[in-house]
Structure formats: C-alpha cells, structure tokens
C-alpha cells in the first residue's frame, strides 16, 4: 500500500470551529488530493496540489481551505465548519505524468459536525 | 468541465453470475479509465485501469472495455464471489497535466452465495 497517512481518523467538533486534516506521504508524489465522499455523491475533488505551495480548487471548494509547504504534506482546512461539512474525507496522491494516472487513498478521516 | 455517470447505482446477482458496470463521459480528450473497489469502511482502491489508446483490459477475472467513440466504457467481473461485493466507482482523468479524476457516482455490487 502506498505511504499515505491521514490524521486525524476520527472528528467531532461544533458548527464554527476551524479545524485542519492533515495528509502525510512517504512516497515524494508529486500530486495530492482531497475528496469529499457523502452518500449518492461519490468521490468530489476539494482541492489539489501539484507541487510544493501550488494548489488549485476542485468542483467544491468553497469554505474549504489548503496549504502544502513540503512535499510529504497536504493540510485541509475548515475554517468555519457547518453541518453540511460532515463527510468522510479521503487524501489521494499521484505520481506526475503528463498523461493520467492512477490516485492511491489514505484511510480516510470521519467528520462530524454537531 | 467534464461530466462522468455511472450505471447502474444498485447490482445484485448470483454467485458465480458475471456483473457489468458501464460509465459514461463527456471529454473526448479524457485519456485514462480507472475503475476502484471500496469495502464498507474502507479506501478505494485501484483495481483496474485502461488509457484512451488500449480498447480492452483484462486482469484474472475482471476486465474493462472502452469505446472511445461513443464515450463510454464498462467493467467486466466473471465468476463473481461474495467478496466481490463492494462499492465500485469509475473515473475519467480529462485532458490537460492536472492529474484530476472525476469519479462516477458509484456502484452498489452485492454477490449473493
């Protein structure tokens, strides 16, 4: 499995609060992602990273925040946190090429909001 | 941007019946297909994965079969088992070196022994 390690697992906080997930990579991947998954939905793309404090938004990016200050971490910030924020959140990290290819996922990280 | 729907959101069948799972995407210049398997609880993970210049992909008891001119492109399980039964999500990386992968919706396989 690739090197990925996300923290925390498990989160309960209040609607308001800011909170930070991290993702950690032993594999000097270029490229890192975070998803969102929620029932129905699928995987949706928060924001990326495609280089040291190169980041770029995803297709639901609003409220959401991300910096990437070395290569081996992807930090994703909420940072007014509302009900609808509760989601499972998944880190991805890809190799660069200039085709596609493939994402491998970190554990993930279970959000609540109350 | 592009656009990738997945058929259909539920699939049950038999042990040992064969399951197919189509996807379907908008960007002709979409260049790679992967396909993920996720267990309850647990990561996607890569299970197969074709690029836009293979038509067919074949690993033990899965395959994937892309038609680039009608833009779709569908996942083959033989011989099904019960651990086949999963969650399974397709994706489509558009064109351009982002690396982005827009993931379909999402399948429900349940194997029945």
């Known amino acids: 499995d690739a090197g990925i390690t996300q923290s925390p697992r498990h989160k309960v906080t209040e609607t308001g609060t800011p909170v930070t997930l991290r993702c950690h990579q032993t594999e000097n991947h270029r490229y890192m992602y975070w998803y969102r998954q929620d029932p129905g939905h699928g995987l949706r793309l928060i924001h990326y990273?495609?280089?040291?404090?190169?980041?770029d938004k995803g297709e639901v990016s609003d409220g959401y925040s991300v910096s990437r200050s070395k290569t081996e971490d992807f930090l994703l910030t909420l940072e007014s946190a509302t009900s609808s924020q509760t989601s499972v959140y998944f880190c991805?990290?890809?190799?660069?090429?200039?085709?596609?290819?493939?994402?491998?996922f970190g554990d993930g990280t279970r959000l609540s909001i109350l | 941007g592009e656009n990738v729907e997945q058929h259909p959101s539920t699939l049950s069948v038999q042990e040992g019946d064969s399951a197919v799972i189509k996807c379907t995407y908008s960007d002709s210049a979409s260049n790679y297909f992967p396909w993920y398997k996720q267990e309850l609880g647990k990561r996607p993970q890569l299970i197969i994965d074709i690029r836009s210049n293979v038509g067919e992909k074949k690993d033990q008891r899965i395959a994937v079969t892309l038609n680039k001119t009608a833009k779709h492109f569908s996942l083959h399980i033989t011989e099904t088992q019960p651990e086949d039964s999963a969650v399974y999500f397709c994706a489509v990386s558009p064109s351009g070196n982002t690396g982005k992968l827009i993931f379909g919706q999402g399948t429900t396989l349940q194997v029945k022994p």
């Open positions: 991805a990290i890809s190799e660069s090429a200039p085709e596609g290819q493939p994402q491998h």
């Open positions: 990273s495609y280089g040291v404090k190169d980041t």
